[in-house]
């Protein structure tokens, strides 16, 4: 009716509204004809199903018509209202986090001996107790302190929180966690940025199952990665489920080929020609000094992965895998590349280690 009275005031002509609000009615119209589709499919649920099956039935209605409606309360008498403890956690960020502290307690307990910080109702050290950070309520309890403790925490904005600026590079806590269970921390930060909004509401209404984001998604919620950050990986690799690097693809390669599979760099290396690989790690060991030789020789071996991952020395998911790491170690090299263009001497440099990876590759085949 707002919108008829306005367009009268403009002197357009409201016709058509006027007659959806006829036609909407809720005696004979649309809203009439989706009352009835609602409470026949509560009848047919009670029948088939019983009272309890109905009652959750109606209440999924309720759940949807808020949902359209955007209204924050559900439509229930209130003397029909039950209170019921709020599950924790509640939402996947909280669980995350929650599991990234147990994690640490065990270990950061003493470290933070002498840290006067407070957060909340209580010190770092004493949120930190490994027994007490078990019980839920205290999990419960440290993550509300900390989501409000300013600037440790800035609700919705991991960018500007201190914490997570303290857990990247240059901080000082970087390294203390992994670059996953940073990234947990950051989500969870953000996820604080709507506070009114809770995805358990709905289940714990209704009464029906809860379905997590990760049922919901069918996926195998694992450790991957895809590109490297600047972060720090530690035990992410160790619970890596895609562990499949070099190493792995070159004892496919041994298998296929029929061979015994070494145990060690040195037993990989008997019976051939050891010096250029002796090279290869006396260079490594001083990286800074040899960083442009090591590029050079680098970008030799790309190109040898290249070539592998396009032949049938390996399976295909695994030629797969092969190419994905050269397509990383190629943008990676590219724009180190660019950087030494800028410097005579060291692009030199890295031009011979380039040219001797070369050669090494090709006198390694054509020896075979």
């Not at 959750?56 to 949807?64: C, E, L, N, S, Y």
């Not at 599991?99 to 010190?123: D, P, Q």
């Not at 909004?197 to 289940?203: A, G, M, N, Q, S």
């Not at 090299?333 to 030494?340: M, P, Q, S, T």
């Amino acid at each position: 009716m707002k919108t008829v009275k306005e367009l009268q005031e403009l002197k357009l002509d409201a016709y058509y509204f006027v007659l959806h609000i006829s036609i909407d009615n809720a005696a004979s119209g649309h809203a009439a004809m989706a009352m009835e589709a609602a409470v026949e499919y509560i009848e047919q649920m009670q029948k088939a199903q019983g009272d309890v099956a109905a009652l959750q039935a109606w209440k999924r209605v309720q759940a949807g018509f808020i949902l359209a409606e955007g209204l924050p309360t559900t439509p229930e008498s209130p003397s029909l209202v039950r209170h019921v403890e709020p599950p924790f956690p509640r939402t996947d960020f909280e669980a995350a986090v929650v599991e990234v502290f147990i994690r640490k307690a065990a270990v950061a307990h003493k470290i933070h001996c002498n840290s006067v910080l407070k957060i909340g109702r209580r010190t770092l050290i004493e949120w930190l107790e490994p027994t007490a950070f078990k019980e839920t309520k205290w999990q419960m309890e440290f993550l509300h302190d900390l989501g409000s403790c300013k600037p440790w925490v800035i609700k919705g904005n991991s960018g500007k929180s201190r914490l997570t600026r303290e857990l990247a590079w240059e901080g000082k806590m970087f390294g203390s966690f992994t670059q996953t269970e940073v990234e947990v921390v950051k989500r969870w930060i953000d996820s604080l940025g709507n506070p009114d909004f809770d995805p358990h509401l709905y289940w714990s209404y209704t009464g029906r199952k809860e379905i997590t984001s990760k049922q919901r998604l069918g996926r195998k919620q694992d450790v991957r990665f895809e590109t490297e950050g600047p972060g720090v990986a530690g035990m992410d690799e160790v619970r890596r489920t895609d562990a499949v690097g070099l190493v792995e693809l070159g004892l496919e390669m041994v298998r296929n080929a029929r061979l015994s599979e070494p145990k060690d760099l040195k037993e990989a290396l008997e019976g051939r020609d050891e010096a250029f690989a002796i090279t290869m790690l006396h260079l490594a060991m001083r990286p800074m000094q040899n960083g442009p030789l090591l590029f050079g020789l680098s970008r030799a071996f790309v190109e040898l992965h290249e070539a592998v991952a396009g032949s049938d020395l390996l399976s295909p998911t695994n030629r797969t895998v092969l190419q994905q790491i050269a397509r990383r170690e190629r943008e990676s090299l590219k724009i180190c590349l660019e950087e030494l263009k800028g410097d005579e001497k060291r692009f030199a440099e890295s031009c011979n280690g380039y040219t001797l990876g070369k050669a090494e590759i090709a006198r390694c085949f054509s020896s075979r």
